[in-house]
Every structure is written in structure tokens, then in C-alpha cells.
């Protein structure tokens, strides 16, 4: 869901990024009905979408690296060390974001990212967080899922705000 709600939040702004979705678990499997239906409220089409696991390759290669937990963002971490200036849960980079301010005109993206990172301790990897963590529905009422669908696009639209609202 945060793929495709940060993808048309870019399209929206005429920003041309790639954003691709990959996680920790799951190789092919299609998303839920319940998200896909979802999904079309916000006038996302994702019922061609199927699951992959993030690669060493992937990681290594994204300008940023969005988690929507600590427990996928140490994954990424492990997975592709080099990954770390660029790996964040999304509730920490906007968290960061808005501490350093958004991204200036014509600043490049790296250098933002290099400036939400400074400071950033790998220890803080460890545990959970309910600061950090944004809650998983699966296996959730339909409610669940709509509630977290809400959360995901105030938080992308956010993290557009202060990442690429001044390009």
C-alpha cells in the first residue's frame, strides 16, 4: 500500500522516480483482496502487484529505502550493509525530515537523505517500536486495513512534502 499511495503522490507532484515495493517474506503471492479493493478507493489500481523479496541488488541501488518496520529495515541493513544512510522506516524519516527541515530548492536527494541520516546510531536498530513501527493489518478486519491505508497516506504525503515538494 505505501508504494502505491507514495508512487501517486509523486506522479501527482510530476516527479518521475522509480518506486518499487519488496519485502522480507513472500515471493509471488498477489495482494490481499482486501487491499486491492482498497487500493481502487484511492484509485490505485495493484491487483497485478505480487510480493518479492528486497535483494542485495535492490537495496544496493534504491536512493532510499523505505521500511514500514524495524524489523524490515534490519533486514535491508543486513541484507545490503552499504544500505544504512539510505534505509529508514518511514515514520523516522519524516520524524527526520521535519528535525533538519525539508529539502531545499535544488538540493540534490542524496544530500538530504545524507543529512536525515547524520547522527542516526545502527544500536537503534534493535527492538521494536511503536514510534517507528507503522502497524501491520494483515489478517485484520477490513477496518484494519482502511485504518492503516489512512496512516500510509498521511505519512506519504508528508514525506513528499519534505523530500520533494521544493524540486
Do not use: N
Not at 491487483?47 to 514500514?68: E, N, P, Q, T
Not at 517500536?129 to 501491520?136: K, L, N, W
Amino acid at each position: 500500500m505505501a508504494a502505491a499511495l507514495l508512487a501517486r503522490r509523486l506522479a501527482g507532484l510530476g516527479v518521475t522516480v522509480p518506486v518499487h515495493s519488496a519485502g522480507m517474506i513472500g515471493c509471488g503471492a498477489p495482494p490481499q483482496p482486501e487491499v486491492v479493493s482498497l487500493m481502487a478507493s484511492y484509485g490505485i489500481e495493484i491487483g497485478s502487484h505480487r510480493s518479492r523479496i528486497a535483494s542485495a541488488a535492490d537495496l544496493a541501488c534504491a536512493s532510499l529505502v523505505l521500511a514500514m518496520a524495524r524489523d524490515s529495515l534490519r533486514y535491508a541493513v543486513i541484507t545490503e550493509p552499504q544500505a544504512w544512510p539510505r534505509t529508514f522506516t518511514l515514520k523516522e524519516i519524516i520524524r527526520r525530515g521535519e528535525q533538519i527541515g525539508p529539502r531545499r530548492h535544488g538540493e540534490p536527494f542524496a544530500d538530504w537523505i545524507s543529512r536525515a541520516h547524520a547522527g542516526r546510531e545502527r544500536k537503534w536498530l534493535l527492538g521494536d517500536s511503536a514510534e517507528d513501527d507503522v502497524a501491520d493489518p494483515a489478517g485484520g478486519s477490513l477496518r484494519a486495513y482502511a485504518d492503516a491505508a489512512a496512516v500510509l497516506d498521511r505519512l506519504v504525503t508528508r514525506l513528499v512534502e519534505l523530500a520533494w515538494a521544493a524540486t
